[in-house]
């Protein structure tokens, strides 16, 4: 007989809160760093408080500027040449421009999904040494 009283009483309840989205990811948690992989190649960065940008691979450097606003991390860079000085952290003169909105991922890893007309690739971080999926 309980059953029977317990289930209209249910029924009757309201539905659970929708989850809350997570908050953007913050620029203390791009400073440092990390594995880049860009549209499948694998680069090591880092990312500087004061805004520096430096990407590397296979002897090729690229050096510029980031910010972070809202989740939407903006990058100007520019190839580093021999003997040429860039303004830090001035965004480089005639530099490639990407953006990429941030999303946390499983084990510390933040994704970068394209966000056109200025990134069409998706771009993954993750921490030197960190498990991968």
Same mark, same amino acid.
């Given at each position: 007989?309980?059953? =029977? =009283? ?6 009757? #309840? ?23 992989? +860009? ?26 500027? +980031? ?7 903006? =990058? ?7 003997? #040429? ?19 946390? #991922? #499983? ?15 998706? =771009? ?10």
């Amino acid at each position: 007989m309980t059953a =029977v =009283v317990l289930l209209p009483a249910l029924a009757c #309840a309201a539905p659970a809160p929708a989850p809350k989205p997570p908050p953007p990811v913050s620029r203390a948690e791009v400073v440092g760093h990390w594995q880049l992989r +860009w549209s499948g190649h694998l680069y090591q960065a880092r990312f500087c408080p004061d805004g520096f940008f430096a990407c590397w691979r296979g002897g090729q450097t690229w050096v510029g500027s +980031w910010r972070l606003e809202g989740g939407l991390l903006t =990058v100007c860079e520019r190839q580093l040449r021999p003997g #040429a000085t860039y303004p830090r952290p001035e965004w480089p003169p005639n530099g490639h421009r990407w953006a990429v909105r941030l999303l946390r #991922a #499983a084990h510390g890893a933040l994704k970068g999904s394209p966000q056109p007309p200025v990134t069409y690739v998706s =771009v993954e971080l993750s921490r030197p040494g960190a498990a991968g999926p």
